[in-house]
């Protein structure tokens, strides 16, 4: 829920900065290996945002899938969980590229 409260809260700070009446869209993106339960999340953000300027914004999220780049052979492949075996040469020394972001990448105000 904290999560989500912060993501209501920096699209508020930023709509009152910019003095608008309401939220229409806010877009995320957000890592797979971010630790975020994605349905949880948008149950959360429903609730927060009830009530304020968001309320009728839609929320988009964009999953950003986990990659990996293999320390033994340099092989860069997907992963699901932070040690996944390298599927070319069956190491886990690796290290992790992407995944773990979580950011807002736009708002639209009115």
Known sequence: MSIAE????IARDYAAKE???KVTEIELSIGTLAGIEFDSLDFALDICKKGTILEKAIIRINKIKARAKCINCNAEFEVEHVFDACPKCKGYASSLLCGKEMRVESLLVD
Request: glycine share 14%.
């Open 6 to 9: 912060s993501i209501i809260g």
């Open 19 to 21: 003095n608008a009446r």
